[in-house]
Nanobody
Framework: QVQLVESGGGLVQTGGSLRLSCAASGRTFSNYAMGWFRQAPGKEREPAGISWSGGITYYSDSVKGRFTISRDSAKNTVYLQMNSLKPEDTDVYYC???????????????????WGKGTLVTVSS
């Protein structure tokens, strides 16, 4: 049974940093796109950052230059380092995964397969 468990969310002031972690279990995720999505109340879920096993990454324009996604294949864990946080980064952050033909494919656009339950990030002004 595949499980994605997020941790690291919390309350931080504007300009601060947080690191989110997602521990994956149930299979080896070496050929999976793994990423972080964010969702505010009443809004659609949107990607923040996605990582492919070949080292390719994608970032939304809203987080580019401030967030960094990384993965530790040995630990089946993906991280999201968030710096220079802004109040508009306040969201629930979800970890997600989908099989991807190496080194990269666009299948993630059709939707991710596995999802965590989310972790709340609140940035105070």
């Amino acid at each position: 049974q595949v499980q994605l468990v997020e941790s690291g969310g919390g309350l931080v002031q504007t300009g601060g940093s947080l690191r989110l972690s997602c521990a994956a279990s149930g299979r080896t995720f070496s050929n999976y796109a793994m990423g972080w999505f964010r969702q505010a109340p009443g809004k659609e879920r949107e990607p923040a950052g996605i990582s492919w096993s070949g080292g390719i990454t994608y970032y939304s324009d809203s987080v580019k230059g401030r967030f960094t996604i990384s993965r530790d294949s040995a630990k089946n864990t993906v991280y999201l380092q968030m710096n220079s946080l802004k109040p508009e980064d306040t969201d629930v952050y979800y970890c997600a995964a989908r099989y991807s033909n190496p080194p990269y494919d666009s299948s993630w656009l059709d939707g991710m397969t596995y999802w965590g339950k989310g972790t709340l990030v609140t940035v105070s002004s």
